[in-house]
Structures are given as C-alpha cells and as structure tokens.
C-alpha cells in the first residue's frame, strides 16, 4: 500500500520535517505534499503574480486565492490529511484545511498541543486521531501502512 499525505496547518516549525524524516527512516511508502512554507512568498505570490494592491484586504485575497489552488488539489488527491495546530499564531487557515478535508471524507489526523484541546474539540471529533507530537503522527502513518505496532 502507498499513501498520499498532505500535511496542512502552521509553518513556524519544523514538525513537518520532522514526521518526513521519521517515515523516511521507516522506508514507508509515503508522498508527502504541503503548502508553501515560505511565509513571504505564500503572501506575497499573488501581488508578485497578479499585480500589486494598495488595500491588505485584496492584497491577501490575492494571495489566499492563488494559494487555495496548491491546497485544494493535494487536499483532494491526499488519502491522509495531518493537520497541525502550532503554538504562536492562530491557524484559521489549519481550521479550514481540516473542515475541507472532512467534507470530502479525507482521513484527518490533527497534531495540537494539550492546551488546545478544548478550543478544537469539534476538529478533533472530526479526525481519527489526535496527536500531540510529531513522532506519534509518523507512528500512525507506519500503523496505517503495515498493520504492525513499533
């Protein structure tokens, strides 16, 4: 078996590399895809692209609007969507992502810190894990592809 993961949510660290790494040592049989992890560019592409705006609103729009292609098309090809919900900022965005998964009947894996988990009660209902740290995310991938535990 072979699984398509798109990894959604914050891009301040580096759990992303984190979970990659950990299935690549496993040899899992694994295509990850993600977001443009370049906060600048993921901003900026769509004023850089399409032309600059002179009110934020429509310079993020732009932005939100070129970028929702990238999102929509691994959301819909992913068979698996980790969604992680990091510390600093507040991930509207991570939300969507995993309410767009749901709705197309994506497996959803959510990674959060404990402290959240009232604020994301109805994402984590939604999802059929929860996780609290990358390793335990790599974890459940591995249990998903060969059935086996460690």
């Known amino acids: 078996m072979k699984l398509n993961v798109y990894l ?4 301040h660290t580096s ?15 694994i295509t990850f895809t993600a977001p443009v992890t370049d906060h600048g560019a993921s901003d900026d592409c ?3 692209i399409l ?9 993020d729009s732009k932005g939100a609007n070129l970028n929702s292609i990238r999102t929509r098309k691994a959301i819909k090809d992913a068979d698996v969507v980790v969604v ?3 510390e600093k900022y507040r991930q509207w ?4 992502d995993a309410g767009f998964a749901h709705a ?3 497996s959803l894996i959510v990674l959060q810190m404990d402290e959240h988990q009232h604020a994301l009660k109805e994402v984590d209902a939604a999802a059929q894990a929860v996780c609290s740290t990358p390793s335990q995310v790599a974890k459940c991938l591995s249990y998903v592809l060969t059935g ?3």
């Open 93 to 96: 965005n991570a939300a969507f």
């Open 15 to 29: 759990w992303r590399e984190e979970i990659i790494a950990e299935c690549e040592a496993q040899k899992l049989d």
């Open 148 to 150: 086996q535990l460690g």
């Open 46 to 48: 769509g004023v850089e």
């Open 8 to 11: 959604a949510g914050e891009i």
């Open 104 to 106: 197309l009947g994506k």
């Open 51 to 59: 032309g600059a705006e002179e009110d934020k609103f429509w310079h």
């Open 84 to 86: 992680r919900f990091g």
